[in-house]
């Protein structure tokens, strides 16, 4: 028997210390988050997908009265990037997410599923994706979906 290590390692920031591509991104997460579609939650969610040739394609979660026929905005950005052909490499995800007290005071947390495509997507692209998590005065900085989800599933084990 023996005790296996899995880690994960992500830099925090304080918002001001961010490279300003960063920053530009997770504004476009903010902005993309007040349009989302959440009167169940009212947590309003953004993501953003910065591509490699510079376009930005959001998404926002989109919540139904059918709770389970909602999606989260990550998998709503990557299924628009998605949607396009998947040509172009997405470089970086910037998400942030708002209630009634304001941006979420943590660095906002993608769900589990949100991790597993954004994995899929970054095997599939074989480059990886920088993540940006946003908080109000901080944010979480990892240079791979491998970084949220270290022990991950994907087409290897099939
Ligand atoms: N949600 C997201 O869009 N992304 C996340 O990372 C976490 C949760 C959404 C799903 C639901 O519409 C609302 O937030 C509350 O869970």
Do not use: W
Request: charged share 15%; with cysteine.
């Amino acid at each position: 028997m023996r005790e296996v290590k899995i880690c994960t390692v992500f830099t925090e920031y304080q918002n001001h210390e961010l490279p300003a591509t960063d920053t530009n991104l997770v504004a476009r997460a903010q902005e993309a988050a007040r349009n989302a579609y959440a009167p169940y939650s009212q947590f309003y969610v953004g993501a953003a997908l910065l591509l490699d040739d510079g376009r930005v394609v959001t998404g926002n979660n989109q919540e139904n009265a059918a709770y389970p026929s909602g999606l989260c905005a990550e998998r709503v950005a990557l299924f628009a990037a998605g949607a396009q052909g998947g040509s172009q490499e997405i470089a970086a995800i910037a998400i942030a997410a708002y209630n009634a007290s304001g941006f979420t005071p943590k660095p906002v947390s993608p769900c589990g599923a949100c991790r597993q495509v954004l994995l899929e997507y970054e095997k599939r692209q074989q480059k990886p994706i920088r993540i940006i998590l946003s908080g109000a005065g901080n944010s979480y900085i990892a240079p791979s979906a491998v970084s949220l989800m270290p022990l991950y599933f994907d087409s290897s084990f099939l």
